[in-house]
């Protein structure tokens, strides 16, 4: 199984902080598709993800146990 | 004299177990010390803690930047501000900023400290201090480190009007990540 975690804009469109689903095999876009569709997510063309904590390409596998993270543009400082 | 001993026995003992107790405090704060250059918090932030922790023999210079919390922004009136954070990820990306400006500016030091929760105007948001052996570089370093910040650290800070609130970043649509990340020193260069 994986944790995905949503901040920001996201959570509030998700309802909750996290999920957990079994994304293992599936590459980081084709998760980031599969949960736009489910939630409804908005503008997910400037979502990055994070595997692990460490910012991830679009075309990486994610494994079993990974967790992932959405992250819409920062705004801190 | 039997109960006086056993008073004695019972003070040292006590006495012993405070010293134990203060000393392991003292050890704990020593072992944190080390990692806490980068760090999120929820209370107030104290500008003179940030800036000890850069003080160094070979410094000619001190910077510090210090980002507060703006009133007005585009004519719009803010109340208060919501900063959230992907806490343990938001720790690693400041100290890889940290890594980023001893590599590139020779004998710096880094020290940069969030703060999240609610801000309300003037409140102090995120402090960054930076000693290098002469001062030009030290004005650099810290340059470099908040616009690093503003685009690699997940933090968000929402702002909350007196007619609504939207998280800041999401409705900008200037930047976009088309292969899933950002790209290192993308926007600085």
């Known amino acids: 199984m994986n944790k995905v975690l949503f901040f920001a804009h996201l959570r509030d469109a998700v309802g909750k902080e996290s999920v957990m689903i079994d994304a293992a095999g599936n590459t980081v876009a084709e998760l980031k598709a599969k949960l736009t569709k489910v939630y409804k997510l908005p503008k997910m063309d400037v979502v990055m993800t994070a595997i692990n904590e460490e910012f991830a390409q679009n075309d990486e596998m994610i494994q079993e146990g990974d967790t992932i993270a959405f992250i819409p543009p920062v705004s801190g400082g | ?189």
């Open chain 2, 1 to 189: 004299m039997d109960i006086i001993k056993k008073v004695y026995n019972f003070l040292n003992r006590l006495f012993y177990l405070n010293f134990l107790y203060e000393y392991e405090k003292v050890e704990k704060y020593k072992g944190k010390w080390k990692l806490m250059n980068f760090e999120i918090l929820k209370e107030p932030i104290d500008i003179q803690t940030v800036i000890n922790k850069v003080i160094q023999r070979e410094a000619g210079a001190i910077t510090t930047f210090i980002g507060t919390v703006r009133e007005f922004t585009n004519g719009k009136k803010t109340l208060f501000l919501i900063y959230e954070a992907y806490e343990e990820m938001a720790v690693k990306k400041l100290e890889q900023i940290g890594r980023e400006i001893e590599e590139r500016w020779h004998g710096a030091k880094v020290a940069i400290t969030h703060r999240i929760g609610r801000l309300e105007i003037t409140d102090i948001a995120v402090i960054i201090a930076v000693s290098t052996p002469h001062r030009a570089d030290a004005y650099e370093a810290n340059r470099y480190a908040i616009e690093r910040i503003k685009e690699i650290v997940p933090i968000w800070k929402k702002e909350h009007w007196e007619n609504g609130e939207a998280w800041i970043g999401n409705q900008l649509e200037t930047v976009s990540y088309p292969a899933g990340k950002p790209e290192k020193g993308e926007m600085y260069e």
